[in-house]
Structure formats: C-alpha cells, structure tokens
T-cell receptor
Framework: DQQVKQNSPSLSVQEGRISILNCDYTNSMFDYFLWYKKYPAEGPTFLISISSIKDKNEDGRFTVFLNKSAKHLSLHIVPSQPGDSAVYFCAASASPGTYKYIFGTGTRLKVLA | ETGVTQTPRHLVMGMTNKKSLKCEQHLGHNAMYWYKQSAKKPLELMFVYSLEERVENNSVPSRFSPECPNSSHLFLHLHTLQPEDSALYLC????????????????FGDGTRLSIL
C-alpha cells in the first residue's frame, strides 16, 4: 500500500508560469515532508522541506504548502524555468522511532520555452 | 557535486557473478542508506546504517549483502542476482537518522545502473 502518492506522472507548463506539483499521503504520523528533484543520470537532489508544525515554507522560487487535514502537500514553482524540467519526488517521514523516508513515484515536469 | 559518490555508475553482470557497489560520503554524516529504484516504482529502502550499525533491513533477499566498514563508506555486495534485480541503486546519507530529533534531508549519490543478464 503506497503511503505517499503522486497521482500525476507528468506535467507541462509554459516558461514563466506557475508549476504546481501535488502529493497526497495516508499516514497521519508523518511529520516531516521533503521534495527532491532528479535529472536524468543523476541522483535526487534535496529541494525544500516542511515540518508538520508549519503550513508553508518558501525558498526563492519554490514554496511548499502543507494541508494536514487533507493529508496533502504541494510544491509551487514560480516563475517556472526550462532548467526546472526534471522528475520531482515528494517524501515523508514519521518520528520518533522510524528510520524511513517514504517516497512517491515522482512527477515529470517539463517547462516549455 | 553532491558529496556522495557511487561507483561504478553502470554495471552489467550475469546471474552467477559476484560484484560490489561502493558508496562514499564526504559530508561527515552518521547515517547511510541503500535504495532501489525500479521503473515506475517509488524509491524502495533496502538498508539503513547508523554509525556503522545496521538498523534496518527492509525484507531484502540475502543475495544482497551490505557492509559498512566506517561511517564514510557503504558497500552492497551482490551474488547470484535475478533479472528482476535490474534497477538503479542509490546510496544516500544524512546527518542522523530521521526521527532523531532534528529534521534533515538525505543527500543522494548519482546511483549505479545495474543490469542483470
């Protein structure tokens, strides 16, 4: 049973517009959420994270929103740039006592010039 | 440059071969991980080490054998693999384990693309 779901396998956005990537989770014990970006032939790179005590975290063009009641988080990229084209993974972990980050299957973002 | 280096980047082996994947982290982290990524599936955690001690073995077949000689190095020894073991194997490290009181991301290597003939 997949505890972290990214239901959109792909997304295309025009350069300069907003990209919104979504992630849903089922485990209410998750309290830390992360987004990773992955280019082909490279490992995932950490992008931004959010703790469950917050509902928003912003870093430059990237903002993550957390809706705990809906068990939903989203990553907003604005403005989108062609270099943002990559696969984006969301991940979650629960504390204390677990050693796992649970990953989604990823969403491939293509930013069109 | 992620601070986590994996070698080799690509490996093709027969089912009866023995090979090893190597991971080295230069970040001073205490926790290291092996993940498997198959096509269209989420990253699948295989093993977790904290301060050279294995803390998680996620129901991985015994044909995969990890080794952590020190906190900077992690190996995955492979023996009599099956075609379904063909995948991208990713190593990661973090300062400490998740849930250790401080939230922190994992840093990944670029992976080893493994193909079993």
């Amino acid at each position: 049973d997949q505890q972290v779901k990214q239901n959109s396998p792909s997304l295309s956005v025009q350069e300069g517009r907003i990209s919104i990537l979504n992630c849903d989770y089922t485990n209410s014990m998750f309290d830390y959420f992360l987004w990773y970006k992955k280019y082909p032939a490279e490992g995932p790179t950490f992008l931004i994270s959010i703790s469950s005590i917050k509902d928003k975290n912003e870093d430059g063009r990237f903002t993550v929103f957390l809706n705990k009641s809906a068990k939903h988080l989203s990553l907003h990229i604005v403005p989108s740039q062609p270099g943002d084209s990559a696969v984006y993974f969301c991940a979650a972990s629960a504390s204390p006592g677990t050693y796992k980050y649970i990953f989604g299957t990823g969403t491939r973002l293509k930013v069109l010039a | 440059e992620t601070g986590v280096t994996q070698t080799p980047r690509h490996l093709v082996m027969g089912m009866t071969n023995k090979k090893s994947l190597k991971c080295e982290q230069h970040l001073g982290h205490n926790a290291m991980y092996w993940y498997k990524q198959s096509a269209k599936k989420p990253l699948e955690l295989m093993f977790v080490y904290s301060l050279e001690e294995r803390v998680e073995n996620n129901s991985v077949p015994s044909r995969f054998s990890p080794e952590c000689p020190n906190s900077s190095h992690l190996f995955l020894h492979l023996h009599t693999l099956q075609p379904e073991d063909s995948a991208l194997y990713l190593c990661a490290s973090s300062q400490d384990l998740p849930g250790a009181g401080v939230n922190q991301p994992q840093h990944f290597g670029d992976g080893t693309r493994l193909s079993i003939l």
